[in-house]
């Protein structure tokens, strides 16, 4: 994968994960409602996010 790509793919992921969306809303809406614990479980979409990156530029490398 050159330095373009993963700028190109880097860049777009970095704006829409610092951008509040509804995955920011679910897991303040869900550490809001049923307490610290259970808001760092749905943090698995965060995680969703970074396995994609990885798995993405695993294929491309």
């Known amino acids: 994968m050159t330095f373009g790509n ?10 829409l994960a610092a951008v509040p969306s509804m995955s920011v809303l679910t897991v303040a809406a869900r550490s809001a409602s049923a307490g610290f614990v259970h808001g760092t479980a749905a943090m698995g979409v965060v995680v969703g996010d970074v396995l994609f990156i990885l798995a993405q530029a695993w294929q491309h490398g």
């Not at 993963?6 to 704006?15: D, N, R, Y």
């Open 6 to 15: 993963w700028i190109a793919l880097f860049g777009p992921m970095a704006v």
